[in-house]
């Protein structure tokens, strides 16, 4: 469903042990909501609890989970992370994507 690249992993891992959570247990949260240039941008964020309708994911070690309206928009996405001097930060490839903003976090179908 969702990938996760080698970068994005070990940004994930560390980011959660900033902050307090636990990349055994605990999850990325991946969403989809309305917003952006593009007029659909990425939410992603830490978690520690599933809802109904949740779909969990695991790819190169991380837990990953998505909602149920998310789902069909993330279909085969990478996650990845640039950092260094011009990194992007986390930089979702989404094959769906017809068009993406020029900073990548919004996207129309």
Known sequence: MI????S????????MQEDGYDAMRDFVRVG????????LSYE?????????????????DVKIVVDKKSVLYLAGTILEY???LNG??????NPNA??????GESFSL
């Open 32 to 39: 989809v909501k309305s917003g952006g240039c593009s007029g």
């Open 98 to 103: 017809q068009r993406t903003c020029g900073c």
């Open 3 to 6: 990938k996760v690249s080698e």
């Open 44 to 60: 992603l964020k830490f978690d520690q609890t599933r809802t109904e309708g949740d779909k969990l994911f695991e790819d190169n």
């Open 8 to 15: 994005a992993k070990r940004r994930i891992a560390a980011l």
């Open 82 to 84: 640039s950092g260094g």
């Open 88 to 93: 992007k930060g986390f930089v979702f490839n």
